[in-house]
C-alpha cells in the first residue's frame, strides 16, 4: 500500500537493487533455459545417433550373413549333388556321399564364423523343392528333430535373394536366412541358416554402458518383438507400443506407472534394418535425456525467485548446481558421440576398402583368366601330376569338353607308350620331377579323343604358389611341322635312292645285253634250222641231230630257257629303274579331264589278265564319288599307270581278305578345290602297318613273296606325281580297317610354272 | 584246394598227380607268427590302391600294418606288388586262375607276410589264401561318365533286383575291368550280358579307370564302393553310379594257409584295436564318407 511518501534513496536502492538483481535473476533463468533446452536437444540427437549408428551396424552383419548362405548354395558340394540327382542317381548308390559332402562344408561354416568365440550360426539345413530336409548340420547320420523343419509356410516360392525369417516356436523366437538353391535357372530346393540369437543380442543389442537406462529391442514391421528368452527387459506394456509407426524416426514420448505406481517418461524411437523388415526399436527413460527438471517445475522455480528474491537466489545457486550436473552429462554424452563418430568413420572405410580390395579382385581375376582361357597356345595346370585347370585351346586340341579334363593326369591324355617305346607314364612323372627344378621343354605325342595322335612341344615349369608348388604347362602343336619334315625326308631319300638306280640300271643294261645275245646265239648255233651248222658239225664228224637228243636229255635247253627268261626280268626290272633317271620331258603333257583317267584306269584295270584271274577283280564292287569335272594337264600315260598301280595294289590286297567273308570295297572319290584336284583311293583291305607306311614309296620296297613284285611301282608313282607333276602322294592305312591313297595334282588346262620357272622366264 | 575240372577222368587224375608232385617238390618254408618274431620284422605286401594305399606308401591300411608290428614288437617293411604277383608273393606258389577256381603251376619266391590292401574276400581267393576278420565292407558299383547314355538305376530295396537291372543296360556297352582282381567282370557274369570288355592294364593304378572312363577309353567301369565314395568326391558332376553289379563284399587281411598263429594274432589284435576306437580314428581319416553307408562297422 502506497503511503504517499517516496521510498527513501535506501528503498530506491534497494528497490533499484532488488529491480536489477530480479533481472538480473531472470536473465540467469532464461539462459538456465536454453542451455538446458540445448542440452535435451543434443542428448536426443546423440541418442537417435546412437540408435542409427546400432542399425547401420546390424546391417552390415546381417549382410555378411547373405553372403555367407548365398555362398553356400552356389558352392561346388550343392551344385555336385542337383547334378548328381538331375543324372539319375539314388540316394542309395551315391547322392548319400554327395549329402554328407553339404553337411561337412556346413559344419565347417558354423565352426568358422564366430564373433570373439561365439558361433553366429545355430545351425543349417538343406530342404528339397518340396520343402522336405534333405540333410542338416550335425553329427554325419544324426537327424534334428524334423519337426522344426516343417519351412512351406515360410518360404516365398518367388524370391531369388536370401530372405530373413523368424517364427516363433517353444524355445522362443528362431531367426533364420533362406535363399533358394538354383539348377538350370531353376529353383530345385532351399538352403536354411539358423542365426544364434543370444551372440546377435550380446554383441549387438547389449546397451554400453551397462548403467544406461537404455533397452534396444529388435522387432518386426508388424511390431512384434524377435529378442531372444531371458533377454528381453521386460519393462514395458508391450502391447501399447505395437501401434507405434514402423518406418518413423522421431523420438515419441510416453508414460507409464512404475511399480511404485508413480507415472515414469521414456522416450522411444525405431529405425529399419535393410533391407530385411526388421526394426532396431530404442527405449530410454526421458530423464536420462532430458534431465530431471521439468518445465512446469521451472515456472513454479522462476516465479518463486520473482516474489522471493533472497530465496531466489538460493534457488538460483541450486538450479546452477543442477546445471553443472547437466553440463557435466553433456559433456560426457559429447564424447560418446565423438567416440561413435570416429567409430562410424572407421566402419565406412574399412567397408570402403573391402568394397576396393573385392573389385580390385574381381578385375584382376577377370584379366587372368581371359589371358589364360584366351592363349594361342595350350596350356594346362598340374598339381602334382593331376590337372587342375586348362584353357579353351588344349580342350579344341584334345576334343574334349574343357570341363572334362580337369581331374585327368596328362598321361590318361597320352598314347600308352611314345614314339621312342618309352612308357608315357614314367617318362611324364620324370618330366614332372625335374620340372620342379629346373624347366623342361621336350616334344610329346598326346592322344585325342578320336584316337588321333599329336605330335606336340611342351614346355614345363615350375610355379611357386602360398598354397603350394603348380606346374604349368604349355603346350604346341607340331604335327603339321612334323609330317612336313618327314615328307622333306622322304622325297630327299627317295631323289637319292631313284638316282642310285637309274645309275646302277644304266651300268647294268650293258652286261645285261651281252648276256641275252649270248644266250640268243647259243641256242640258235645248236639248232638245226641253219644249214651253217649241220656244214661244220659234218666238217668235225659229229652228228648234230645226236648232239641234239644229248642236249634234251640232259636239259641243257632248259637252262639256256631260264637264263633268257632270268635276263628278260632282269631287262624290265632295269627297264623301270631307268625311269627315275628320265626328265620331265619324257612323255608329252596335255589337258586331260582327270574322271576320264580314272575311268580309263580302271577298265584297264578290268581288262588285265592277271587281275581278272588270280584277284577276281569283277567281284569287287566300285564306288564312284566325282566331284565337278577338272581338267589337268599332265603327261596321261603316265597318270593312268600310277591309278592303275594303286587299284592293282589294292585288288591284290583285298584278296588276302576274301577269305573273310567281307565284301571287296573299291571307292574312288574326286574333289576340286579350284586350284587343285584331289584324288583318293581306299580299299576296304587288311590295311598297312604304321612301319610299312613309313618306307612304302622306296624303290625295291616290297611286302610280296620274292618273284611277285619288283617294289617299283609305287615308286614310280611317287616320281610321276612329285617330280614330274609338282603334286604330292600320300597313304594313310588302318590295320584291319583299309587303305586310302590320296593323290594332289594342280588344276588347270597349262602348266602352272613354278615360282622358279617363273624368274627363269623374267629375267 | 579245388582243381579245375578236366573232362576226361585220366586228365583229372594226370593234373593232380602233376600238381602233388609240383607242391611236394616246393620248396616249403612256413613264415608263421615265430618267422616274423625271430626275424624283427613284418613285411606288408601292398599294391598302391586308392586310400588304403597311397602312392607315397601311406594310408589306411599302412596305419593299420605299422600298429600291427607296435603290437608284435617288431619293424615293419613295405613290400610292394602287383595285382598279377600279390598272392604268388605271400605264399610263395605260382598260380593260375579261371573263373571261381584256382590252380597251382609253379614255385616263386616268397615276400611278404601280410596282404592289407584293400583286398577283397572272394570265393577262389579263399581257396588259397587265409582271411582274418572283416577290416572294411565294399561291393561293386558300376560307374560310367555324366555324358553317358547309361542311366542309373531306380534302387527296388532288393539288391538281387538291382543288379538284374544293371545287367540289363550293358548290352553293347564298353566297361572296363580288372582280370585277376575284384573287378574282373566274370565274378559277376559281366562277361555273358553282351557288354564289350576292356581290361585295365595290372601294372597301373586301379585308381586310373575313373579317369580312364571320363577320357573315353572305356563307358563304364566297374569300382569298388570305397573308391566309388572317394571318386565321387574327388570328380564331382563328372561321374554317375549306374547300381551295384555284385552283393555286399567283406575286405580283409589276407594270410599265407600255413601262417595259422599270425593270422590268429591279428585277429586278437584288430578286435582291441577297434574296441579302443582307434580303428574308428583311422577309418574316419581317410574314408570318411563310409559312415554314410555303413554307420557302424568300425565298431563292431
Given at each position: 500500500m502506497?503511503?504517499?511518501?517516496?521510498?527513501?534513496?535506501?528503498?530506491?536502492y534497494?528497490?533499484?537493487g532488488s529491480?536489477l538483481?530480479?533481472?538480473?535473476?531472470?536473465?540467469?533463468l532464461v539462459?538456465?533455459?536454453?542451455?538446458?533446452?540445448a542440452?535435451?536437444?543434443?542428448s536426443l540427437?546423440?541418442?537417435?545417433?546412437?540408435v542409427?549408428?546400432?542399425a547401420s551396424?546390424l546391417?552390415y552383419?546381417?549382410?555378411?550373413?547373405?553372403?555367407?548362405?548365398?555362398?553356400?548354395?552356389?558352392s561346388?558340394e550343392i551344385h555336385?549333388?542337383?547334378?548328381?540327382?538331375?543324372?539319375?542317381?539314388?540316394?542309395?548308390?551315391?547322392?548319400?556321399?554327395?549329402?554328407?559332402?553339404?553337411?561337412k562344408?556346413?559344419?565347417?561354416?558354423?565352426?568358422?564364423?564366430?564373433?570373439g568365440?561365439?558361433?553366429?550360426?545355430?545351425?543349417?539345413?538343406?530342404l528339397?523343392?518340396?520343402?522336405?530336409v534333405?540333410?542338416s548340420?550335425g553329427?554325419?547320420?544324426?537327424q534334428r528333430?524334423?519337426?522344426r523343419?516343417?519351412?512351406?509356410?515360410s518360404?516365398?516360392d518367388g524370391?531369388?535373394e536370401?530372405?530373413?525369417?523368424?517364427?516363433?516356436n517353444?524355445?522362443?523366437?528362431?531367426?533364420?536366412l533362406i535363399?533358394?538353391c538354383?539348377f538350370?535357372?531353376?529353383?530345385?530346393?532351399?538352403?536354411v541358416?539358423?542365426?544364434q540369437?543370444a551372440?546377435?543380442?550380446d554383441?549387438?543389442?547389449?546397451?554400453?554402458?551397462?548403467l544406461s537406462?537404455k533397452?534396444f529391442y529388435?522387432?518386426?514391421?508388424?511390431g512384434?518383438?524377435?529378442?531372444?528368452?531371458g533377454?528381453?527387459?521386460g519393462?514395458?506394456?508391450?502391447?501399447k507400443l505395437?501401434?507405434?509407426?514402423a518406418?518413423?524416426?522421431h523420438p515419441?514420448?510416453?508414460?507409464i506407472r512404475?511399480?511404485q505406481?508413480?507415472?515414469?517418461?521414456?522416450l522411444?524411437t525405431?529405425?529399419?534394418?535393410?533391407?530385411?523388415s526388421?526394426?532396431?526399436t530404442?527405449?530410454?527413460?526421458?530423464?536420462?535425456i532430458?534431465g530431471?527438471?521439468k518445465?512446469?517445475?521451472f515456472?513454479?522455480?522462476?516465479?518463486?525467485?520473482?516474489?522471493l528474491?533472497l530465496?531466489?537466489?538460493?534457488?538460483?545457486?541450486r538450479?546452477n548446481?543442477?546445471?553443472?550436473?547437466?553440463?557435466?552429462?553433456f559433456?560426457?554424452s559429447?564424447?560418446?558421440?565423438?567416440?561413435l563418430?570416429?567409430?562410424?568413420?572407421?566402419?565406412?572405410?574399412?567397408?570402403?576398402?573391402?568394397?576396393?580390395?573385392?573389385?580390385y579382385l574381381?578385375?584382376?581375376?577377370?584379366?587372368?583368366?581371359?589371358?589364360f582361357?584366351f592363349s594361342?597356345?595350350?596350356?594346362?595346370?598340374?598339381?602334382?601330376?593331376?590337372?587342375i585347370?586348362c584353357?579353351?585351346?588344349i580342350a579344341?586340341?584334345l576334343k574334349?569338353k574343357q570341363?572334362m579334363i580337369?581331374g585327368?593326369t596328362?598321361a590318361?591324355?597320352?598314347?600308352?607308350?611314345?614314339?621312342?617305346?618309352?612308357?608315357?607314364?614314367?617318362?611324364l612323372?620324370q618330366?614332372?620331377?625335374r620340372?620342379?627344378?629346373?624347366?623342361?621343354?621336350f616334344?610329346?605325342l598326346?592322344?585325342?579323343?578320336d584316337?588321333?595322335?599329336?605330335?606336340t612341344?611342351?614346355?614345363?615349369?615350375a610355379i611357386l604358389l602360398k598354397?603350394g608348388?603348380?606346374?604349368q604347362?604349355?603346350?604346341?602343336?607340331?604335327?603339321?611341322r612334323?609330317?612336313t619334315?618327314?615328307l622333306?625326308?622322304?622325297?630327299?631319300?627317295m631323289?637319292a635312292v631313284?638316282g642310285l638306280?637309274?645309275?646302277?640300271?644304266?651300268?647294268i643294261?650293258?652286261?645285261?645285253?651281252?648276256?641275252l645275245?649270248?644266250?640268243?646265239?647259243i641256242?640258235?648255233?645248236?639248232?638245226?634250222?641253219l644249214?651253217?651248222?649241220?656244214?661244220?658239225?659234218?666238217s668235225?664228224?659229229?652228228d648234230?641231230?645226236?648232239?641234239?637228243?644229248?642236249l634234251?636229255?640232259?636239259?641243257?635247253?632248259?637252262?639256256l630257257?631260264?637264263?633268257?627268261?632270268?635276263?628278260?626280268r632282269?631287262?624290265?626290272i632295269?627297264?623301270t629303274m631307268?625311269?627315275?633317271g628320265?626328265?620331265?620331258?619324257?612323255?608329252?603333257?596335255?589337258?586331260?579331264?582327270?574322271?576320264?583317267?580314272l575311268?580309263?584306269?580302271?577298265?584297264?584295270?578290268?581288262?588285265?589278265?592277271d587281275?581278272k584271274?588270280?584277284?577276281?577283280?569283277k567281284?569287287i564292287?566300285?564306288?564312284?564319288?566325282?566331284?565337278?569335272?577338272?581338267?589337268?594337264?599332265?603327261?596321261?600315260t603316265?597318270?593312268?599307270?600310277v591309278?592303275f598301280?594303286?587299284?592293282k595294289n589294292a585288288?591284290q590286297?583285298?584278296?588276302?581278305?576274301?577269305?573273310a567273308?567281307?565284301i571287296?570295297?573299291?571307292?574312288?572319290?574326286?574333289?576340286?578345290t579350284?586350284d587343285?584336284?584331289?584324288?583318293?583311293?581306299s580299299?576296304?583291305?587288311?590295311?598297312i602297318?604304321?612301319?610299312?607306311?613309313?618306307?612304302?614309296?622306296e624303290p625295291?620296297?616290297?611286302?610280296?613273296?620274292?618273284g611277285?613284285?619288283t617294289?617299283?611301282g609305287?615308286s614310280?608313282?611317287?616320281?610321276i606325281?612329285?617330280s614330274?607333276?609338282?603334286?604330292r602322294?600320300?597313304?594313310?592305312?588302318?590295320?584291319?580297317?583299309?587303305?586310302?591313297?590320296?593323290i594332289?595334282l594342280p588344276?588347270?588346262?597349262?602348266e602352272?610354272?613354278?615360282?622358279?620357272?617363273?624368274s627363269?622366264a623374267?629375267? | 584246394?579245388?582243381?579245375?575240372p578236366?573232362?576226361?577222368?585220366?586228365?583229372?587224375?594226370?593234373?593232380?598227380?602233376?600238381?602233388?608232385?609240383?607242391?611236394?617238390?616246393?620248396?616249403?618254408?612256413?613264415?608263421?607268427?615265430?618267422?616274423?618274431?625271430q626275424?624283427?620284422?613284418l613285411k606288408?605286401l601292398?599294391?598302391p590302391?586308392?586310400?588304403f594305399?597311397?602312392?607315397?606308401?601311406k594310408?589306411?591300411d599302412?596305419?593299420?600294418?605299422?600298429?600291427f608290428?607296435?603290437?608284435l614288437?617288431?619293424?615293419y617293411?613295405?613290400v610292394e606288388?602287383?595285382?598279377?604277383?600279390?598272392i604268388s608273393?605271400l605264399i610263395g606258389?605260382q598260380i593260375k586262375v579261371?573263373?571261381?577256381n584256382?590252380?597251382i603251376?609253379?614255385?616263386?619266391?616268397k615276400?611278404?607276410?601280410i596282404?592289407?590292401?584293400?583286398?577283397?574276400?572272394?570265393?577262389?581267393?579263399?581257396?588259397?589264401?587265409s582271411f582274418?576278420?572283416?577290416?572294411?565292407?565294399?561291393?561293386?558299383?558300376?560307374?560310367?561318365r555324366?555324358?553317358?547314355?547309361?542311366?542309373?538305376i531306380?534302387?527296388t530295396g532288393?539288391?538281387?533286383n538291382?543288379i538284374?537291372?544293371?545287367?540289363k543296360?550293358?548290352?553293347g556297352?564298353?566297361?572296363?575291368?580288372l582280370?585277376?582282381?575284384?573287378?574282373a567282370p566274370?565274378l559277376?557274369?559281366?562277361?555273358?550280358?553282351?557288354?564289350k570288355l576292356?581290361?585295365?592294364?595290372?601294372?597301373?593304378?586301379?585308381?586310373e579307370?575313373i579317369p580312364?572312363i571320363i577320357?573315353h577309353n572305356?563307358?563304364?567301369?566297374?569300382?569298388?564302393?570305397p573308391v566309388?565314395l572317394?571318386?565321387?568326391?574327388?570328380?564331382?558332376?563328372?561321374?554317375?553310379v549306374?547300381?551295384?553289379?555284385s552283393?555286399?563284399?567283406?575286405m580283409?587281411?589276407a594270410?599265407s594257409?600255413d601262417?595259422?598263429?599270425?593270422k590268429?594274432?591279428?585277429d586278437?589284435?584288430f578286435?582291441?584295436?577297434?574296441k579302443s576306437?582307434q580303428?574308428?580314428k583311422?577309418?574316419?581319416?581317410y574314408?570318411?564318407s563310409?559312415f554314410?553307408?555303413y554307420?557302424?562297422?568300425?565298431d563292431?
Amino acid at each position: 500500500m502506497s503511503t504517499g511518501k517516496h521510498p527513501g534513496p535506501s528503498a530506491r536502492y534497494i528497490i533499484t537493487g532488488s529491480f536489477l538483481l530480479l533481472l538480473y535473476i531472470i536473465f540467469l533463468l532464461v539462459s538456465y533455459y536454453r542451455n538446458t533446452t540445448a542440452l535435451q536437444g543434443a542428448s536426443l540427437r546423440q541418442f537417435q545417433l546412437d540408435v542409427a549408428h546400432k542399425a547401420s551396424t546390424l546391417e552390415y552383419f546381417f549382410l555378411e550373413r547373405k553372403y555367407d548362405i548365398r555362398a553356400l548354395a552356389d558352392s561346388l558340394e550343392i551344385h555336385t549333388y542337383f547334378i548328381n540327382l538331375n543324372m539319375g542317381m539314388s540316394r542309395q548308390y551315391g547322392l548319400q556321399v554327395s549329402l554328407f559332402a553339404i553337411q561337412k562344408r556346413m559344419n565347417s561354416i558354423i565352426a568358422d564364423k564366430t564373433i570373439g568365440t561365439r558361433a553366429i550360426y545355430k545351425e543349417f539345413a538343406l530342404l528339397d523343392e518340396n520343402k522336405q530336409v534333405l540333410v542338416s548340420s550335425g553329427i554325419p547320420g544324426q537327424q534334428r528333430d524334423t519337426s522344426r523343419h516343417s519351412w512351406k509356410f515360410s518360404v516365398n516360392d518367388g524370391c531369388k535373394e536370401p530372405e530373413l525369417v523368424i517364427r516363433r516356436n517353444r524355445h522362443g523366437n528362431e531367426l533364420a536366412l533362406i535363399v533358394p538353391c538354383l539348377f538350370k535357372e531353376k529353383v530345385v530346393g532351399w538352403v536354411v541358416a539358423w542365426l544364434q540369437p543370444a551372440t546377435l543380442y550380446d554383441h549387438f543389442l547389449v546397451p554400453t554402458p551397462s548403467l544406461s537406462s537404455k533397452v534396444f529391442y529388435l522387432t518386426l514391421a508388424d511390431g512384434s518383438r524377435v529378442n531372444p528368452p531371458g533377454t528381453d527387459p521386460g519393462i514395458l506394456p508391450w502391447k501399447k507400443l505395437q501401434n507405434f509407426p514402423a518406418s518413423s524416426n522421431h523420438p515419441r514420448r510416453f508414460s507409464i506407472r512404475d511399480a511404485q505406481g508413480q507415472p515414469q517418461d521414456y522416450l522411444m524411437t525405431r529405425v529399419q534394418v535393410h533391407p530385411f523388415s526388421l526394426y532396431l526399436t530404442a527405449i530410454v527413460k526421458a530423464r536420462e535425456i532430458e534431465g530431471n527438471l521439468k518445465t512446469w517445475q521451472f515456472v513454479v522455480a522462476a516465479a518463486a525467485m520473482i516474489f522471493l528474491i533472497l530465496a531466489g537466489l538460493f534457488w538460483a545457486i541450486r538450479a546452477n548446481i543442477k546445471h553443472l550436473v547437466l553440463a557435466v552429462r553433456f559433456d560426457e554424452s559429447r564424447k560418446q558421440h565423438h567416440i561413435l563418430t570416429e567409430k562410424n568413420i572407421l566402419l565406412k572405410d574399412e567397408i570402403n576398402r573391402r568394397q576396393r580390395a573385392e573389385q580390385y579382385l574381381l578385375e584382376n581375376t577377370e584379366r587372368y583368366r581371359k589371358l589364360f582361357e584366351f592363349s594361342s597356345d595350350a596350356i594346362l595346370i598340374l598339381r602334382g601330376s593331376t590337372i587342375i585347370a586348362c584353357n579353351k585351346k588344349i580342350a579344341k586340341l584334345l576334343k574334349l569338353k574343357q570341363e572334362m579334363i580337369p581331374g585327368l593326369t596328362l598321361a590318361a591324355l597320352s598314347p600308352e607308350r611314345q614314339d621312342d617305346n618309352n612308357n608315357s607314364k614314367k617318362e611324364l612323372r620324370q618330366k614332372i620331377d625335374r620340372a620342379l627344378d629346373t624347366p623342361q621343354h621336350f616334344e610329346w605325342l598326346l592322344k585325342t579323343a578320336d584316337g588321333t595322335l599329336l605330335y606336340t612341344e611342351i614346355n614345363m615349369s615350375a610355379i611357386l604358389l602360398k598354397s603350394g608348388t603348380i606346374i604349368q604347362v604349355l603346350i604346341r602343336d607340331i604335327t603339321e611341322r612334323k609330317q612336313t619334315q618327314e615328307l622333306l625326308v622322304q622325297t630327299e631319300k627317295m631323289m637319292a635312292v631313284g638316282g642310285l638306280a637309274a645309275g646302277m640300271a644304266h651300268e647294268i643294261n650293258n652286261p645285261l645285253g651281252v648276256i641275252l645275245q649270248a644266250a640268243q646265239n647259243i641256242v640258235r648255233r645248236l639248232g638245226t634250222d641253219l644249214q651253217k651248222n649241220h656244214t661244220i658239225a659234218e666238217s668235225l664228224g659229229m652228228d648234230l641231230e645226236r648232239m641234239q637228243l644229248y642236249l634234251d636229255s640232259r636239259k641243257v635247253y632248259s637252262y639256256l630257257n631260264s637264263i633268257q627268261a632270268a635276263g628278260e626280268r632282269a631287262a624290265k626290272i632295269v627297264q623301270t629303274m631307268l625311269e627315275f633317271g628320265r626328265s620331265n620331258k619324257t612323255a608329252e603333257k596335255e589337258s586331260c579331264n582327270i574322271h576320264t583317267l580314272l575311268e580309263d584306269a580302271l577298265t584297264l584295270a578290268a581288262s588285265d589278265y592277271d587281275l581278272k584271274k588270280t584277284y577276281d577283280f569283277k567281284k569287287i564292287s566300285i564306288s564312284r564319288d566325282y566331284d565337278i569335272s577338272d581338267e589337268v594337264y599332265c603327261a596321261r600315260t603316265e597318270i593312268e599307270q600310277v591309278f592303275f598301280n594303286i587299284i592293282k595294289n589294292a585288288a591284290q590286297a583285298m584278296a588276302a581278305n576274301k577269305d573273310a567273308g567281307k565284301i571287296q570295297s573299291l571307292q574312288v572319290r574326286t574333289k576340286n578345290t579350284g586350284d587343285k584336284v584331289i584324288i583318293t583311293i581306299s580299299d576296304n583291305g587288311p590295311g598297312i602297318s604304321a612301319a610299312t607306311q613309313k618306307s612304302i614309296f622306296e624303290p625295291f620296297f616290297t611286302t610280296k613273296p620274292v618273284g611277285e613284285g619288283t617294289g617299283l611301282g609305287l615308286s614310280v608313282s611317287y616320281f610321276i606325281i612329285t617330280s614330274h607333276h609338282n603334286g604330292r602322294i600320300t597313304v594313310d592305312s588302318r590295320p584291319g580297317v583299309g587303305t586310302t591313297f590320296t593323290i594332289t595334282l594342280p588344276a588347270g588346262k597349262e602348266e602352272k610354272k613354278t615360282a622358279e620357272q617363273t624368274s627363269m622366264a623374267e629375267s | 584246394m579245388n582243381i579245375h575240372p578236366a573232362p576226361a577222368r585220366i586228365q583229372r587224375i594226370v593234373c593232380m598227380v602233376s600238381i602233388a608232385l609240383v607242391v611236394a617238390v616246393l620248396p616249403v618254408s612256413a613264415e608263421d607268427l615265430d618267422t616274423v618274431l625271430q626275424s624283427g620284422t613284418l613285411k606288408h605286401l601292398a599294391i598302391p590302391y586308392a586310400n588304403f594305399v597311397t602312392p607315397d606308401k601311406k594310408g589306411l591300411d599302412v596305419d593299420l600294418m605299422h600298429a600291427f608290428a607296435d603290437y608284435l614288437g617288431v619293424r615293419y617293411a613295405f613290400v610292394e606288388s602287383t595285382w598279377s604277383t600279390i598272392i604268388s608273393d605271400l605264399i610263395g606258389k605260382q598260380i593260375k586262375v579261371t573263373g571261381n577256381n584256382v590252380s597251382i603251376i609253379g614255385s616263386t619266391k616268397k615276400k611278404g607276410h601280410i596282404i592289407s590292401t584293400g583286398f577283397t574276400i572272394l570265393p577262389w581267393r579263399k581257396k588259397i589264401v587265409s582271411f582274418s576278420r572283416q577290416t572294411f565292407p565294399s561291393g561293386i558299383w558300376l560307374i560310367a561318365r555324366s555324358d553317358s547314355r547309361l542311366t542309373p538305376i531306380t534302387p527296388t530295396g532288393n539288391i538281387s533286383n538291382d543288379i538284374k537291372m544293371v545287367k540289363k543296360k550293358l548290352a553293347g556297352v564298353t566297361v572296363l575291368g580288372l582280370q585277376g582282381s575284384c573287378l574282373a567282370p566274370s565274378l559277376y557274369g559281366i562277361d555273358k550280358t553282351g557288354a564289350k570288355l576292356r581290361f585295365f592294364p595290372p601294372e597301373n593304378d586301379l585308381e586310373e579307370m575313373i579317369p580312364s572312363i571320363i577320357a573315353h577309353n572305356a563307358d563304364a567301369t566297374l569300382i569298388d564302393v570305397p573308391v566309388a565314395l572317394v571318386a565321387l568326391t574327388r570328380w564331382p558332376g563328372k561321374i554317375k553310379v549306374i547300381g551295384p553289379v555284385s552283393q555286399p563284399q567283406e575286405m580283409a587281411c589276407a594270410f599265407s594257409q600255413d601262417s595259422p598263429k599270425l593270422k590268429a594274432k591279428f585277429d586278437v589284435f584288430f578286435q582291441q584295436f577297434k574296441k579302443s576306437g582307434q580303428y574308428r580314428k583311422l577309418v574316419e581319416k581317410y574314408y570318411p564318407s563310409v559312415f554314410t553307408y555303413y554307420p557302424d562297422f568300425a565298431d563292431q
